[in-house]
């Protein structure tokens, strides 16, 4: 499937989620006075999203990987804020807390490591390089497999 916008993509869909889910964290009592603490892993779990958001728009494959890895180093760094919370004692309360978000960072990093391989691996270049040109190419191989799926299902029916 292809995505027309940021907002429809499942792993930007989870990384708001995650920087909701930090935000509700960082609102409870054992975050009070500990405010480059709280914005530090604030801002990292937005950086998720953000990078996502920007390099989909900048409409060339190498921009989406640069912010894609970006995106990555965040939700990393979240995840190795959340392991610092796990052993402050102030945050014993929150264990539950940490450890979901742990889990769930670690899934945006699993995503983006996959799509940042599929990404490496194709030809694309990007939304900026695609002209009326390489749309007639692109849209006569997909004729050319249409066809030769319905030939191949031809040729089971027969047999």
């Not at 640069?66 to 264990?95: H, N, Q, W």
């Amino acid at each position: 499937m292809k995505y027309e916008r940021f907002e429809d993509l499942p792993v930007w869909q989870a990384a708001i989620e995650l920087a909701v889910a930090v935000y509700a964290m960082t609102d409870k009592p054992a975050f009070a006075k500990r405010y480059s603490l709280k914005d530090q892993i604030e801002r990292a779990s937005v950086s998720v999203s953000n990078n996502i958001a920007e390099g989909f728009e900048r409409g060339t494959k190498e921009e989406l990987l640069t912010f894609l890895y970006i995106a990555r180093g965040s939700a990393g760094e979240v995840r190795s804020m959340l392991c610092l919370l796990g052993k402050i004692p102030a945050f014993s309360d929150l264990k539950s807390d940490v450890t979901n978000l742990k889990s769930s960072a670690e899934s945006i990093s699993k995503q983006l490591g996959a799509w940042i391989r599929s990404l490496r691996d194709s030809d694309h270049k990007g939304e900026r390089y695609v002209n009326e040109k390489t749309r007639r190419v692109e849209r006569a191989a997909q004729d050319r497999r249409e066809f030769l799926e319905k030939l191949e299902q031809i040729r089971r029916d027969a047999h």
